[in-house]
């Protein structure tokens, strides 16, 4: 069975009002980067996931999420 990761990343910003670019300034990557995993084509490493929860106030389960695929 294999596993993907998929996030709320798009949903979170989009609430705050921000653009990709001002969240890529406020975790340290690039606006690509942000578009990327929004779009799910990247999986952010432990560091950026937790950078992640910290900008977001929430704990990285409430914005990355396991699921199986059959």
């Known amino acids: 069975m294999e596993r993907t990761i998929s996030n709320r990343v798009k949903e979170l910003r989009t609430a705050r009002g921000w653009t990709q ?4 300034h406020a975790v340290g990557v690039s606006r690509q980067s942000i578009n990327s995993i929004e779009r799910n084509r990247y999986v952010p490493s432990l560091e950026l996931a937790l950078m992640f929860a910290r900008t977001f106030a929430c704990p990285t389960d409430q914005i990355f999420q396991l699921e199986n695929e059959a």
């Open 21 to 24: 670019e001002e969240l890529a």
